[in-house]
């Protein structure tokens, strides 16, 4: 067997992981507040084709602060979206809504979704190579344009890693309720955000039944996992 290096070794230690995943983070975070600040584009602009209509529905309605008009402006727009509608127009509702700030609400998805590949990839592997999967979901041009579009696919693609993480937990470590729950709750999120999450979730519900049928662990305790996580 062949010695680690001494680097493999450094990355393998969870200060130092836990160090180079929160540089991580924060350097997507300030190119994310330096885009939102200098990009010097204006409306209407193909990048940001849902800012016109959300701006000027709720640059009004929510000046009043009140539940009623929060809830009259959400019937009015993208009623068929409402994950994104609500989560745009609650921090809309009690900190105002801007371009500045309509530029930055992809970032806590992307944020999600970089911590998602290094969950998933430290399970599949070692803290190393999670650390690596993130690094390549936070440096990939497609995953970082689509976040500042808000796009609607961009926050499916984040609760679908999610979704992916929480199959490997039920299928590969002892279970905890938590894991049946959780996997739901994304795959609810996901279908919420767009229904182009039930073309892509297939999949996992397909190893949650093999497992269901082939596991090594009692058929009642499977049955219960499954069942957990499609009624939640």
């Known amino acids: 067997m062949r010695p680690r290096s001494s680097l493999s070794a450094a990355l393998s230690s969870p200060t130092i992981g836990c160090c180079l995943l929160a540089g991580l983070l924060i350097w997507v975070t300030l190119a994310h507040v330096a885009f939102a600040r200098f990009d010097g584009r204006s409306l209407p602009d193909h990048d940001y084709f849902n800012a016109r209509p959300f701006l000027s529905v709720y640059g009004k309605t929510l000046q009043t602060h009140t539940v009623h008009t929060l809830t009259k402006s959400i019937q009015r727009y993208r009623t068929y979206y409402l994950h994104h509608t609500y989560s745009l127009a609650v921090p809309a509702y009690f900190t105002g809504i801007d371009f500045f700030r309509f530029h930055l609400f992809g970032l806590p998805f992307y944020l999600l979704l970089i911590l998602g590949a290094y969950a998933t990839g430290r399970l599949l592997v070692h803290r190393s190579f999670g650390l690596l999967c993130a690094f390549i979901a936070a440096t990939l ?28 937990k039920i299928l590969t470590s002892p279970w905890k309720i938590r894991y049946s729950l959780l996997f739901g709750l994304s ?46």
């Open 141 to 168: 041009p497609l995953y970082d344009n689509f976040s500042r579009k808000t796009d609607f696919q961009f926050f499916v693609a984040a609760y679908l890693v999610w979704t992916n993480y929480f199959t490997l």
């Open 187 to 232: 795959a609810g999120l996901a279908i919420i955000a767009h229904p182009i999450a039930l073309l892509l979730l297939p999949p996992q519900f397909v190893a949650l039944s093999v497992h269901l049928a082939k596991g090594r662990n009692p058929y009642e305790k499977r049955g219960r996992r499954f069942a957990l996580a499609i009624g939640f």
